[in-house]
């Protein structure tokens, strides 16, 4: 049954039609200081082409054996030109994902293949977020015009800017790996780092209702964007990892609007970016599909499946707690996709108006408080109650189980 605070419908108040350029600009929050920071690696700070030239030199076909010559590396890193920008004349793209599903990696593709900054809606003050900008994702807490893809999390939480999307890119990933890194996450306030997998039984009391807790947010997220009144592309991280090439393709069309790519430069840059490793911006925990199967008993991964049945059939998920070793489905995928890449087309070429949806809009909020969860869904308790105790294994300060911090100090000195 769907809740009315899971399923966004789009209002009258929520789809704009033709709307003044002021109505389109991003809303700061509060303290959100993302547009006064300096940021790193752009010695140049090197603007494209306004989006519309862009996107028509990607899809220009390449002729000849000389032209393909000339395009034997991919383009330079930059924002996009947004002098004189009608909002209402270049769309956003939100790349929408439950934490730890893989944004960082696809996002990083993104940038290579295309050649420009990705935005996200984050608090730039907060330690993570401040690491992935050092790190290389110079474009942490942009939402405005420069960028055309912009990662969120939200309805899961809620980000610094408010601002409106026309388009959406849906990156999910097994919630058996997700939940496990969200949980490492919470615990160690790393990206990348990990906890004893002893950890895991010592504390089963706060995993066991970790995950209970997650499941509900994991479906709940999914279900809020398959349900959205703007087209929406399915990624898995899965197939990021294991069949990246035409992975690439399928969101490359969607991306740019175009029913075909091949033969053009953007293909050629897709072949050039999987050729080369993976890229990373940080190193991390985790990057391979469904190695945390052992942290779970069978009674959690029931629980999981009973909950969550229909997204994990949906995206091909369900074999891992089935055991029917039957491996990726994607069918539901592929339609999915095939349908949201022609409305997504009739959209830009044809339509007399263009749907969009508010991004950050708190009444929908995931994790608040509500009557059926009148704690709200939350990580900060188990934050409070373990990230003092759990064994962190690539800290340099290691303490032993059972220590908490302080202890831990003491006896080295």
């Known amino acids: 049954m769907e809740r009315k605070d899971q399923i966004r419908v789009a209002t009258d108040s929520e789809k704009t039609k033709q709307q003044a350029p002021s ?19 752009f010695d140049n700070q090197e603007i494209k082409k306004p989006l519309a030239d862009v996107r028509k030199y990607l899809l220009q076909k390449i002729q000849d054996g000389d032209d393909q010559l000339m395009i034997g590396s991919l383009p330079t890193l930059g924002y996009l030109d947004d002098t004189d920008v009608n909002p209402e004349d270049q769309e956003t793209v939100i790349l929408a994902s439950y934490p730890r ?14 050649g420009f900054v990705t935005g996200s809606d984050c608090d730039i003050e907060k330690k993570l977020n401040k690491e992935l900008m050092m790190m290389g ?21 809620y980000g610094k800017t408010k601002f409106y999307a026309e388009k959406c890119i849906l990156e999910v990933r097994n919630p058996v790996d997700a939940v496990t890194s969200l949980f490492n996450m919470v615990c160690t306030g790393s990206h990348n780092k990990s906890m004893h997998p002893g950890d895991y039984a010592k504390f089963s009391k706060e995993w066991n209702e970790f995950i209970e807790q997650e499941i509900t947010v994991w479906k709940d997220f999914h279900d809020f964007w398959l349900n959205a009144k703007i087209p929406v592309h399915l990624i898995r ?33 897709i072949d050039l970016a999987v050729k080369e490793k993976a890229p990373e911006i940080y190193k991390p925990r985790e990057g391979r599909v469904n190695t945390n199967m052992d942290k779970f008993n069978r009674e959690q991964l029931d629980f999981m499946y009973n909950y969550a049945k229909e997204q994990l059939q949906y995206f091909g998920y369900d074999d891992t707690y089935t055991l029917n070793k039957l491996g990726l489905n994607s069918k539901f995928i592929d339609d999915f996709n095939n349908q949201n890449l022609e409305k997504s087309i009739f959209i830009q070429q044809e339509a007399d108006e263009i749907t969009s949806i508010f991004i950050n809009y ?3 909020l995931l994790r608040k408080k509500s009557m059926l969860y009148p704690e709200g869904r939350t990580s900060y308790r188990f ?3 373990l990230r003092k105790k ?24």
């Not at 109505?23 to 547009?35: D, H, Q």
């Not at 197939?239 to 050629?268: A, C, Q, W, Y």
């Open 23 to 41: 109505t389109k600009k991003p809303i700061l929050r509060e303290g959100n200081k993302a547009y006064d920071i300096e940021r790193p690696f």
């Open 101 to 114: 599903s893989g944004n960082t990696l696809l996002r990083a593709y993104i940038e290579r293949i295309m």
């Open 137 to 157: 994702l110079n474009g942490e807490g942009l939402v405005d015009k420069r960028v055309l893809v912009v990662k969120t999390h939200y309805p899961e939480r």
């Open 237 to 269: 991280f899965e197939d990021i990892l294991t069949d990246p090439r035409p992975t690439m393709i399928k969101l490359f069309k969607f991306i740019l609007n175009t029913s075909h790519i091949e033969g053009t430069v953007i293909e050629k840059y």
């Open 362 to 364: 708190p009444a929908l």
């Open 383 to 385: 934050k409070r109650a």
């Open 390 to 413: 759990v064994t962190i294994l690539d800290k340099a300060t290691q303490h032993k189980p059972g220590e908490d911090s302080n202890s831990a100090e003491q006896s080295k000195q």
